[in-house]
């Protein structure tokens, strides 16, 4: 009987275990990407000529970032333009329903 108890008493505290370790592991998934990032950059950079340190290397690499934002905010901006498109297309098949159910009560989408 009392194995049973430390048997129950063990599962809840195996998935709070499981649940830290999973917490863990996504928070540091942004990290290892973001350093994946900056080497895979650095490696553009030199593959363009510019050596760690210098000027051109650092400038190199805020470009690099520029880059990756732009494209960032520009898919960002794509997003929220179909998300309006969908939104009014919504929009105006309600009007075109209402209208039509103005016109001829009977139809059988106005019997809602």
Do not use: H, W
């Not at 080497?39 to 190199?60: H, L, Q, W």
């Amino acid at each position: 009987m009392i194995n049973s108890l430390l048997v129950r008493a063990r599962r809840p505290l195996t998935s709070l275990g499981l649940l830290a370790i999973a917490a863990v592991g996504a928070l540091e998934r942004p990290a290892s990407a973001q350093s994946r990032k900056q080497r895979e950059d650095a490696r553009t950079c030199a593959s363009f000529g510019a050596r760690f340190g210098t000027p051109t290397y650092s400038n190199c690499m805020l470009e690099q970032q520029r880059r990756r934002d732009f494209k960032e905010r520009e898919t960002l901006e794509k997003m929220a333009l179909t998300s309006q498109i969908a939104r009014d297309g919504q929009v105006m098949a309600e009007r075109a329903r209402r209208q039509r159910c103005d016109r001829n009560p009977d139809r059988r989408e106005c019997r809602r």
